[in-house]
């Protein structure tokens, strides 16, 4: 083992530390505003990364009917609502604004060949795509419950994980796909060459957790997001709708796994469903921040790519293995360390 | 008083009719066909799922109604339909299922229920230790030491002498891994360096770094599927120059998409279902193989990956073996199931889609060299090694 081996490890953990580090933040925006784990967040990443390859390779895009399913499933239990007498009475203008959008970008990626469009035109279309999928998914699979105990909201995370797995395996097909590369140039530093793609990785990682800081710290829906994290029923009291918490957090997730998914797809195969596991590496992250801490939890996340590039060179069987093992030693001195701080529920 | 008599009668022969209809549906053969057309290995399971419909429905005269199921990829789940089909349906013969470890924990099932077993899937060891249980299952894969052999031939050939080993960690790579050691050493051919992943790694840098830090002249990647591409795709961006054997988990038309001029020069074993048009005509399976692969491209609009074909070949090897064990038994009887499967070990120089079947009873796969080609990527197309 000598530095160029330290070096290219080290790249690599940091490339998939920020991919982890991202989808951390987003598990734990999601959990504080919601306290709901976002078990599907990786389906995020897997979607975008395989829309974004489908249309490289010119196959027909289907991300867009899953959107339409679920926005006239919106519709639908807007209605319901309604009719129950629960909801008002005044047309629910939301619900039909993301069926037409749905349906008008479906109609766009079906019509247009998107092969030669160019790598920010794809990108672009991805992630108008692959956004309004978390607050459908709020809308339709949580918000009727969102009172219920976290338990439940765990057991609909991971039914909505495997039914979105199911839903990749239709519009995507069994085989891995990747995209092409942003740039070929790599930027030589010493005898060590950085990867260009390790590049846009870090560099697009930075960007989103600087203007999420700027979101929550400068911005009024970022205020009221915070405050709906902090403390529920305060801010439902001071008028914070929760809908709007929920759905925008989910966006926000969205657009974060969205990201990951175009930053990672030319590094590696994905399949439709590779983004459980590497969720889960996020959550790791998460967990090691006690899902409370962001900065903690960015951290945590990026040491489990390093870990994880490592413990691959050494004992690549075992990768997996130490690698979630790590949880363990965290766990115990958190538990050790914070004697009933956590009794909120 | 007559009433009552009519009744009785009219009652009679309603049962009658009942009886002899259940006779005329006893009189088809009965085939339960399990994929794991979703889950993990569904590229695995679509491609043999749709080839169901290509099977022969009639042999000898009989119908022949294949019920298909799903399993999930989930072992539990290959349990509980191998279990439906046999005390429900009660099939005479299953093919499937998709995946090695859910073929192992079936074969027990099999084998208590009489019911012949034809297993598309890759690992040797479900007929391999030949013993009372596996004597039920037919294996309709090329076994991992007959590709392994065809590669080490062509290193000791080209004077390869050490080899780094990258496989899944799963038993398709555990396997090989085996196989491929054992044959390697007759041959005086070193394995320096082996390494393991996952299909879903994000990333095979450390492994990569480590084979080219053994330094080997060549590298054997076995994993199933397009997981084998990028484990190449890697090492040829770190740099490392030597030459790449693949395995037939390698032979399907998206390792070239995905690989694309990473992946040119690259030497894999395989049936010749890849290179179809480079065969010659007197090679026995060209046309079987040729049929097939126009039938499913008619049927599903793309060309089959050759996991469909082995459960294709299945179907051959029963429309050999029904017409023989029809002699014993009805269908549906445990006399025909027995029968079936004594006939099948017996198949003789069957051309199917992979190669020849010769099957015995301690040979359960029954593939020779003709159930593998020497394939070279050249130009971004398959290309056969003369």
């Known amino acids: 083992?000598?530095?160029?081996?330290?070096?290219?490890?080290?790249?690599?953990?940091?490339?998939?530390?920020?991919?982890?580090?991202?989808?951390?933040?987003?598990?734990?925006?999601?959990?504080?505003?919601?306290?709901i784990l976002l078990i599907p967040q990786g389906e995020f990443v897997s979607f975008a990364a395989l829309t974004m390859a489908a249309m490289q390779s010119g196959t027909p895009v289907r991300m867009g009917w899953l959107l339409v399913a679920l926005a006239l499933a919106a519709v639908a239990l807007d209605l319901y609502d309604a009719a129950r007498g629960k909801g008002r009475w005044r047309p629910r203008g939301a619900a039909l604004a993301m069926l037409a959008y749905a349906a008008a970008v479906t109609a766009l990626t079906g019509l247009v060949p998107l092969d030669k469009a160019g790598v920010a035109v794809q990108a672009l279309l991805t992630v108008a795509l692959v956004v309004p999928l978390g607050p459908l998914l709020y809308r339709v699979f949580y918000q009727p419950?969102?009172?219920?105990?976290?338990?439940?909201?765990?057991?609909?995370?991971?039914?909505?994980?495997?039914?979105?797995?199911?839903?990749?395996?239709?519009?995507?097909?069994?085989?891995?796909?990747?995209?092409?590369?942003?740039?070929?140039?790599?930027?030589?530093?010493?005898?060590?060459?950085?990867?260009?793609?390790?590049?846009?990785?870090?560099?697009?990682?930075?960007?989103?957790?600087?203007?999420?800081?700027a979101f929550f710290e400068r911005t009024l829906y970022g205020k009221a997001l915070r405050a709906a994290a902090v403390n529920r029923l305060g801010a439902e009291l001071v008028g914070i709708s929760p809908e709007i918490a929920g759905k925008a957090s989910f966006g926000l997730a969205a657009l974060i796994g969205g990201l990951s998914g175009i930053l990672i797809a030319p590094i590696t195969t994905i399949y439709f469903d590779s983004g459980f596991i590497i969720s889960l590496k996020g959550f790791v992250g998460a967990i090691i921040g006690g899902m409370a801490s962001y900065p903690v939890a960015a951290l945590g996340a990026l040491f489990i790519g390093q870990a994880e590039s490592f413990s691959t060179f050494w004992a690549s069987s075992y990768k997996e293995v130490i690698v979630f093992t790590l949880i363990l030693p965290v766990l115990l001195w958190r538990s050790l360390s914070h004697k009933g701080a956590e009794d909120e529920e | 008083m007559f009433g009552r008599r009519f009744a009785y009668s009219l009652l009679f022969s309603a049962l009658m009719?009942?009886?002899?209809?259940?006779?005329?549906?006893?009189?088809?053969?009965?085939?339960?066909?399990?994929?794991?057309?979703?889950?993990?290995?569904?590229?695995?399971?679509?491609?043999?799922?749709?080839?169901?419909?290509?099977?022969?429905?009639?042999?000898?005269?009989?119908?022949?109604?294949?019920?298909?199921?799903?399993?999930?990829?989930?072992?539990?789940?290959?349990?509980?339909?191998?279990?439906?089909?046999?005390t429900e349906e009660k099939v005479d013969a299953i093919i499937g299922p998709s995946g090695s470890p859910n073929a192992m924990g079936v074969i027990q099932f099999a084998a208590e229920a009489g019911v012949p077993m034809l297993a598309p899937v890759g690992t040797a060891a479900v007929v391999l230790p030949m013993n009372d249980q596996k004597k039920w299952v037919f294996k309709t894969t090329?076994?991992?030491?007959?590709?392994?052999?065809?590669?080490?031939?062509?290193?000791?050939?080209?004077?390869?002498?050490?080899?780094?080993f990258v496989g899944t960690a799963d038993p398709y790579g555990d396997n090989w891994l085996k196989?491929?050691?054992?044959?390697?050493?007759?041959?005086?051919?070193?394995?320096?360096?082996?390494?393991?992943?996952?299909?879903?790694?994000?990333?095979?840098?450390?492994?990569?770094?480590?084979?080219?830090?053994a330094n080997p002249q060549a590298v054997l990647i076995a994993a199933p599927g397009s997981s084998s591409v990028l484990p190449q795709t890697t090492l040829v961006d770190q740099g490392f120059r030597g030459k790449f054997y693949?395995?037939?988990?390698?032979?399907?038309?998206?390792?070239?998409?995905?690989?694309?001029?990473?992946?040119?020069?690259?030497?894999?074993?395989?049936?010749?279902?890849?290179?179809?048009?480079?065969?010659?005509?007197?090679?026995?399976?060209?046309?079987?193989?040729?049929?097939?692969?126009?039938?499913?491209?008619?049927?599903?609009?793309?060309?089959?990956?050759?996991?469909?074909?082995?459960?294709?070949?299945?179907?051959l090897l029963l429309e050999r073996a029904i017409p023989v064990a029809l002699k014993s038994g009805e269908p549906g009887s445990p006399a025909f199931r027995s029968a079936l499967r004594d006939a099948l070990e017996q198949v003789k120089e069957l051309p199917a889609t992979q190669g020849v079947y010769n099957l015995t009873p301690a040979d359960h796969s029954g593939f020779d060299e003709r159930g593998r080609e020497l394939i070279t990527v050249s130009k971004g197309t398959w290309t056969l090694v003369k």
């Open chain 1, 1 to 35: 083992m000598n530095l160029q081996i330290v070096m290219l490890l080290g790249q690599d953990g940091v490339t998939n530390g920020a991919i982890y580090a991202l989808l951390a933040l987003s598990i734990l925006l999601v959990f504080t505003v919601t306290r």
């Open chain 1, 145 to 213: 419950i969102a009172a219920a105990h976290s338990l439940v909201l765990l057991i609909v995370s991971i039914a909505v994980h495997v039914v979105l797995v199911g839903a990749g395996l239709l519009m995507f097909g069994p085989e891995g796909a990747r995209t092409e590369p942003f740039s070929e140039e790599g930027l030589s530093i010493g005898m060590v060459t950085l990867n260009s793609q390790t590049l846009w990785v870090v560099a697009v990682s930075l960007l989103l957790i600087v203007l999420l800081y």
């Open chain 2, 246 to 315: 693949q395995t037939h988990g390698a032979a399907l038309p998206d390792f070239l998409k995905l690989g694309g001029r990473k992946v040119e020069g690259t030497i894999l074993a395989a049936s010749l279902m890849l290179v179809l048009d480079q065969v010659g005509d007197n090679h026995p399976s060209k046309k079987v193989a040729s049929d097939y692969v126009a039938a499913y491209e008619k049927a599903n609009g793309s060309k089959p990956a050759t996991f469909g074909a082995n459960v294709f070949d299945a179907g």
């Open chain 2, 17 to 86: 009719v009942g009886t002899a209809h259940v006779q005329v549906a006893q009189a088809q053969v009965k085939v339960g066909v399990v994929t794991s057309s979703t889950g993990p290995i569904a590229l695995v399971g679509i491609p043999q799922k749709n080839s169901v419909p290509l099977l022969p429905t009639t042999v000898a005269g009989k119908s022949v109604q294949y019920i298909t199921l799903d399993d999930a990829s989930d072992p539990t789940a290959t349990v509980s339909a191998f279990k439906k089909l046999i």
């Open chain 2, 142 to 164: 090329q076994n991992d030491d007959l590709i392994a052999a065809a590669l080490i031939e062509h290193m000791a050939k080209t004077g390869i002498t050490s080899v780094g």
């Open chain 2, 179 to 213: 196989v491929f050691s054992e044959q390697a050493a007759k041959q005086n051919i070193k394995v320096v360096a082996s390494e393991r992943f996952q299909r879903q790694d994000t990333s095979l840098t450390a492994q990569s770094l480590k084979i080219i830090a």
